[in-house]
């Protein structure tokens, strides 16, 4: 199997198909992350396809190939929060009041709503990007704050106030879907 | 007290983070779709294209001897159509046999593709504009059906552009349902918005 450097070498040049083969590589590792932030499964496979389009225009910045897996997060991290701030923006001009929406839309689901995938994730769409991306980092995808640095370019001490904001904004949106 | 309340912050953070971590994934046409986003991406990557000038010895500006009647004319320019549409992949809008049509695949978010329609009784159609550097061998369409549908995709990146149909190497057509656009050497092209 070849390596990440030999196949970014070889996608540097001109060759698709060695990165295709690096894209299977990490794509999976990083699906569940962009559909965290993003939302939505078909949002997610776009942001995921923009991200490594992005990638392969910009390898001849990849310093160190051997990680380039570090690196292609990186990516994916910026084109995900970058959509996760339009997308807000875009629905702050069709709807005013997200407390009703997301309770309207808990309301309607008629069922005992707690801990289900569904709702948390709604939830967790109700952050901002830079809060929803911590608490993703660190809870979903399980990585220390050292990572998260690198990936974000953040220092420690701010991730771990994301992190802790996160949770505290998750936990009242969750409280008052229970009071619903 | 909730049990949500009670729970101390890291519980309740590890408890969503359970249950956000189901696994995602996407289809198995991922790479597929990339390779051939990647491919269009770095067709609309070269250089930045130019109207010839005067001075420049072009093909088009050669006058053309075409003899065609009045009637025939008409039914060219109201066979000749070309449109464009944003939608998702492999979306169909009409039968371009009958009307003429164009299908708008979004390769990814910042490119289409755009398929362009010159419907007549001709020997060779070429597709010239500014994302091909009015080239006039640049993007030939190819006859399908009775041989009178000339067909050509062309990845575009979202934004305006500006085209016209070479037809038998030597005259020049413009759209003429599309918005038009005359140069400083009266030579008529038209217009069509990706992405808008």
Not at chain 2, 13 to 26: C, I, N
């Amino acid at each position: 199997m070849s390596s990440d450097a030999e196949l970014v070498a070889r996608a540097t040049s001109g060759d698709v198909v060695a990165f295709s083969v690096l894209s299977r590589r990490y794509r999976d590792k990083y699906t569940r992350f962009a559909v965290r932030m993003v939302g939505s499964r078909d949002e997610a496979e776009d942001v995921l396809q923009s991200a490594f389009i992005r990638a392969y225009r910009a390898l001849g910045s990849c310093r160190d190939p051997s990680r380039f897996g570090a690196w292609l997060y990186q990516i994916v991290a910026n084109e995900c929060r970058t959509y996760v701030v339009r997308q807000a923006r875009r629905e702050r001009r069709l709807v005013r009041d997200e407390h009703v929406l997301y309770s309207a839309a808990i309301s309607s689901s008629g069922v005992d709503s707690r801990d289900t995938l569904e709702d948390v994730q709604y939830a967790l769409g109700q952050l901002d990007a830079v809060h929803r991306e911590a608490f993703v980092m660190k809870y979903v995808e399980e990585l220390s704050y050292e990572e998260m640095a690198e990936i974000t370019g953040a220092n420690t001490s701010a991730l771990k106030m994301r992190v802790k904001r996160a949770c505290a904004r998750l936990r009242e949106l969750l409280e008052e879907v229970h009071d619903v | 007290m909730s049990e949500i309340e009670r729970e101390g912050d890291e519980e309740f953070a590890e408890r969503m983070g359970r249950v956000l971590r189901a696994s995602e994934t996407f289809g198995d046409t991922f790479e597929e779709d990339l390779v051939r986003a990647i491919r269009a991406d770095r067709q609309i990557d070269q250089p930045p294209p130019r109207r010839p000038t005067p001075l420049t010895p072009v093909w088009w500006r050669t006058p053309a001897i075409v003899r065609i009647s009045p009637a025939v004319g008409l039914a060219l320019a109201a066979s000749l159509v070309v449109a464009a549409s944003l939608g998702t992949l492999g979306v169909a809008l009409k039968s371009y046999q009958r009307t003429g049509m164009v299908v708008a695949e979004r390769v990814h978010d910042t490119v289409h593709v755009v398929r362009f329609v010159f419907v007549g009784k001709v020997n060779s159609v070429s597709l010239v504009g500014d994302f091909n550097g009015w080239g006039a061998m640049a993007m030939p369409l190819v006859a399908s059906g009775s041989g009178e549908t000339w067909v050509v995709n062309v990845p575009l990146p979202r934004g305006r552009h500006e085209y016209a149909f070479v037809v038998d190497g030597k005259r020049w057509v413009a759209d003429p349902f599309g918005m038009s656009n005359t140069d400083d050497f009266n030579t008529e092209s038209s217009i069509i918005a990706v992405g808008s």
